[in-house]
């Protein structure tokens, strides 16, 4: 064993004595951290050995605004993806002080893109505004609370690191449309006055997202999204994905549909893969296959049937075997492991970015993936997105890009504490793809393509009861080079 360690040792990798025994072949191992590491890191640990195993590329880099971002990088015929986001899992037991680091860091991310509108450049602390009052005032403040006065006036409690205000909204205000939206715990620009301890709020302000460039790809290739295949359940539609399979190897459809299928070169899956096991009351009632590694064994199965050309890119939802709580990491290695060995997949966490296609001169699309966990909260306690409920998938998906956040109320997901907030849309995407409300559904806001994924599973007994009608068997198609999302149907 000694000879192994000095031999990486020798080429600048310290190598633990525990990793060694699982390296079955220390000249690849070996070639494979020359190839992307050197000089880049000095420890060599069991992550990057799974990676390697997996066939992943992988190199970390310090992002001195945020965390450890990790990138990879696997390069097929004429197609590329790079993960230029993603959370790695965390081992740690949490406490208060990772609750506070969490909303400091929401409140400094989102406060920062905030400062570059210019009403909100003079922008002061709530502490500086308690003991005077102003003809004029900006604010930038996290919204703590939200209630309706008995003369129908909004009260907004702001909140910042220095102090906590009210704010009153008129119910004649130009801005009580924005009310209707707005959300606890979000992160505000305000304009308004002060007198006798109260701010009146002439305006709000969303953090919002820039209008985005328009790439256009040169060449014609296509990016699919599915997601919510639920294998395992006994509502999964097998011949509906066969169908789905089938047209991919150019076994189904006319000649258009072919031409399509055969220029298809990614295929992003965004959560709930299998169904899972224990994941509501009496789940075991509908379970066609009962055992986790079984449900996984069985996607595995359908996924190899996809193309090789094509690039397969995962990331789990609250129905996979992993923690409910997001961020969620990607899908374990054991678990999933027929998965992993698939050659043309590559596997990312809850939430992430991915780039694709970033070939010769063009740029790539940079694609946020989110299973959508936060949608359900939203739909029922936003009044401006209750009104069309899950109908409208792609207000929900713009609602959150105005907050710069996922899932910006504490209680719309389950949140992982930590010292850095995850979910705080940082960089604005080309495309936004998201899922878990079992309908498909495109839109476009200030340039950015929405798309929320169907799903592959028939309406279940829970649905049934709250009235939920899923859009099974459709797949959005999007051309990247004419920017076109074509939806087809396979039910
Ligand atoms: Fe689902
Ligand atoms: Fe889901």
Known sequence: MSEIIKKFAEKGFLISPTL???????????DFLE??????????????????VSGCLTFTKNNKD?????????????????????????????????????????????????????????????????????????????????????????????????????????????????????????VIGVLGSKSREMIFIQDIIFPDIPEKETK????????????????????????????????LNLELGDEKQKEIAKKIRYLFVVGDLVDGVGIYPEQENELLIKDIYQQYEEFAKLIQRVPERISVIISPGNHDALRIAEPQHALYDDIAKPVYQLPNV???????????????????????????????????????????????ADLLMKFLLRKRHLAPTHGSTLFAPMQNDFLVIDKVPDIFATAHIHKARVGCYRNVINICCSCWQDRTVFQERVGHVPEPGRVPIFNLKTREVKMMRFI
């Open 20 to 30: 060694v025994p699982k390296i079955t072949d220390h000249t690849k191992f070996l």
């Open 35 to 52: 190839t992307n590491f050197k000089n880049k890191i000095s420890v060599v640990t069991e992550e990057i050995y799974k990676n390697f």
């Open 66 to 186: 945020v965390k450890i971002v990790k990138e990879r990088e696997v390069k097929q015929d004429g197609s590329k993806v790079e993960i230029t986001k993603i959370y790695e899992h965390e081992n740690k037991k949490r406490d208060i002080s990772d609750w506070v680091g969490y909303y400091n860091s929401r409140f400094e991310q989102i406060k920062n893109f905030l400062y570059h509108r210019i009403e909100l450049q003079g922008a002061i602390s709530i502490n500086r505004l308690i003991s005077r009052d102003m003809k004029e005032l900006a604010t930038i403040a996290m919204v703590k609370s939200i209630s309706k006065s008995k003369f129908g006036n909004f009260i907004i409690e702001l909140e910042d690191t220095t102090g906590v205000i009210k704010g009153v909204v008129s119910k004649n205000s130009p801005c009580i449309q924005k009310v209707e939206e707005l959300v606890e715990d979000e």
């Open 216 to 247: 256009k790809c040169n060449e014609e290739v296509y990016a699919c999204f599915i997601a919510d295949t639920h294998v395992g359940s006994k509502m999964f539609l097998s011949s509906a994905f066969d169908r789905f399979l089938k047209w």
């Open 346 to 392: 590559i596997m990312t966490s809850n939430p992430s970015y991915v780039r694709i296609h970033a070939i010769d001169d063009f740029p790539g699309f940079d694609v946020l993936l989110y299973h959508g966990y936060s949608l359900d909260y939203f739909v029922a306690n936003v009044p401006k997105l209750r009104r069309y409920g899950y109908e409208r």
